[in-house]
Nanobody, 118 residues
Framework: QVQVVESGGGLVQPGGSLRLSCAAS????????MGWYRQAPGKQRDLVAS?????YSNYADSVKGRFTISNAANTVYLQMNSLKPGDTAVYYC??????????????WGQGTQVTVSS
């Protein structure tokens, strides 16, 4: 069993910064990828940024130049700068685990609320 726990959300004014953290623990053979998604009310869950252990990263166009994803061991971070009201959403962490037989499984965190408002 794999546990995924996020932290770091909150309320911030426009132009401010927040740092999200996500730690994976449990029966992990290897991590294939880690990523952050977000879901605003009434909208679908969309990719914000992802990273592989080889440090290849990918960003949604709307956050390029403002957000930075990084990882250390089984933890992934999302540094969010120059936040806008449009960034308000519940942010979810997804960890893709790869087994010895190369099968992949996704595990999601419980979500953390980010609200950007004055």
């Amino acid at each position: 069993q794999v546990q995924v726990v996020e932290s770091g959300g909150g309320l911030v004014q426009p132009g401010g910064s927040l740092r999200l953290s996500c730690a994976a623990s449990g029966s992990i053979f290897s991590i294939y990828a880690m990523g952050w998604y977000r879901q605003a009310p009434g909208k679908q869950r969309d990719l914000v940024a992802s990273i592989t252990p080889g440090r290849y990263s990918n960003y949604a166009d709307s956050v390029k130049g403002r957000f930075t994803i990084s990882n250390a061991a089984n933890t992934v971070y999302l540094q969010m700068n120059s936040l806008k009201p449009g960034d308000t959403a519940v942010y979810y962490c997804k960890v893709t685990i790869e087994t010895m037989t190369r099968r992949q499984y996704d595990y999601w965190g419980q979500g953390t609320q980010v609200t950007v408002s004055s």
